[in-house]
């Protein structure tokens, strides 16, 4: 049995069965007869109409729902809302997706020998899709990894974190009670090892990975021949501030994207780059805010920062702090853990280039601040590591702002907003370590279709 725990105070919050081989199997040979058998295919109207009684059941539930994903992952409540509000949302973008999953002509009679030809493409599901998936938004990265391949008309089993089952269980009984077939949208709860089964199975056509680096480029060095994949992992988020910036605006965003979920997203503000000229006045005032920000129960109300995921990753982010601060770092606030699973918002000045919390990505309540002297210094430091996902640039000058965005090395570049900013309608994905794919509603449903191109020969054309 998996024992679900509240990452606050380590209780029992539910057990939970977990499956093995056998039921991996049968869930793989479910999803592959349902694809291979195109009888069963559900049409787009029908696609459209179950989604919609998804979107009215979800905001019959939100409070719900809100309520589970804060339990069993630690974000705070006022964050927890915000993200049931989003997944809201992504329902009802893939629901305006589909009518755009649509082919395109192509151009024939360009030469004698194509003449008397028509061409066009069509989009059609691209296979089984196997989804496995992370805990940070335990239910919106659900809605990202399963709503998807659904509204694309393909059959998808998801495997959630371990830590956070629970709001994916309550998904897959709002799909059935909106009337979904339950066997094109399966949730398999199992061990690591069984994960790699199920993502490596030749019957399986594209995987969607959220996680660590490690196990995404492992699992994508097993997939079998012609699967398809997208990773994302994560990065340090690195962040350069120019001497003519507007502080009194970039305080607030940097806190929030440093500190939202204790630092526990893929674009987590980690590494900060200010100018020398304003570092003194920047650092002090940063920290200042940081140290007020209210850490706690996650179900509170005016929680700000709740705990990390598991007792163990507040022990490294403790050493990984510590390492910093006796190597020369400044510890302008913070620096110790409040309990066993919650660790206070930390602001480093100036650590080492070569220690963990400047090299490796944190995955917690820290944000490291780095004085540079020119814009080329601050654009190396952003390019010093092999992580690259979301970056930002705060300045008044547009030419400088240009300059960070031509030559950092990022998949998405924030000019005056912090890197965690994200729409679920946009492109989003790492690059180089950080990950391979585009995530982002639209361009996942793109991605889990492929094209069929036909070619129609006719005199009368």
């Not at 939100?62 to 992504?90: C, F, H, N, Q």
């Not at 496995?132 to 998808?156: M, Y």
């Not at 994508?220 to 605006?249: F, N, Q, Y």
């Not at 305080?251 to 570092?279: D, F, T």
């Amino acid at each position: 049995m998996l024992k679900v725990v509240s990452p606050y105070s380590l209780s029992l919050i539910k057990e939970i069965p977990l499956v093995g081989a056998e039921d991996v199997e049968r869930a793989l040979k479910i999803a592959y007869g349902l694809f291979t058998d195109k009888s069963q295919w559900l049409p787009a109207w029908q696609r459209i109409g179950i989604l919609e009684r998804v979107v009215t059941i979800m905001n019959s539930r939100i409070e719900e729902l809100t309520i589970i994903a804060a339990e069993e992952g630690g974000k705070p409540y006022m964050d927890s809302k915000v993200e049931v509000l989003r997944a809201i949302v992504g329902v009802k973008i893939a629901i305006e997706q589909i009518s755009q999953l649509s082919g395109e002509q192509v151009p024939m009679g360009q030469t004698k020998t194509s003449i008397n030809r028509m061409a066009f493409t069509i989009r059609e599901p691209i296979g089984v899709v196997v989804s496995i998936s992370a805990f940070n938004h335990p239910l919106n990265l659900i809605i990202h990894q399963t709503v998807t391949a659904i509204a694309a008309g393909t059959p998808v089993i998801i495997k959630p974190a371990l830590t956070t089952p629970l709001s994916c269980i309550e998904f897959m009984k709002i799909l059935k009670e909106a009337g979904l077939p339950e066997d094109w949208c399966q949730c398999i709860i199992c061990k690591d090892e069984d994960a790699e089964i199920l993502a490596t199975d030749s019957r399986v056509n594209y995987l969607s990975f959220i996680g660590s680096s490690n196990v995404g480029w492992y699992l994508r060095s097993k997939l079998s021949p012609g699967t398809r994949c997208a990773l994302e992992h994560g990065g340090v988020a690195p962040v350069i501030v120019e001497p003519d910036a507007d502080i009194d605006e970039l305080l607030p965003a940097i806190l929030k994207g440093g500190m939202y979920h204790a630092g526990q997203v893929c674009v987590s503000v980690q590494k900060v780059s200010i100018h020398e000229n304003i570092i003194d006045d920047v650092s002090q005032r940063f920290a200042a805010l940081a140290s007020m920000l209210k850490v706690g129960n996650p179900l509170g109300k005016d929680t700000e920062v709740g705990p990390l995921i598991l007792p163990k990753e507040v022990d490294r982010v403790e050493l990984w702090v510590n390492e910093a601060v006796e190597k020369g770092g400044s510890l302008l606030c913070g620096g110790k853990r409040i309990s066993e699973t919650c660790f206070e918002p930390t602001i480093i000045l100036n650590p080492p280039h070569d220690v963990k919390v400047s090299t490796l990505e944190i995955f917690g309540p820290v944000v490291c601040l780095y004085s540079y002297s020119s814009l080329a210094e601050a654009i190396k430091i952003a390019n010093s590591l092999p992580t690259a996902f979301q970056a930002s640039v705060f300045t008044k000058n547009i030419d400088n702002a240009m300059e960070v965005v031509n030559n950092i090395n990022a998949s998405a570049v924030m000019i005056n907003d912090h890197t965690a900013f994200r729409v679920d309608w946009m492109p989003f994905g790492g690059r180089d370590v950080s990950g391979i794919g585009i995530g982002g509603i639209p361009y996942t449903m793109k991605e889990m279709t492929r094209e069929k191109l036909i070619v129609i020969k006719s005199n009368k054309i």
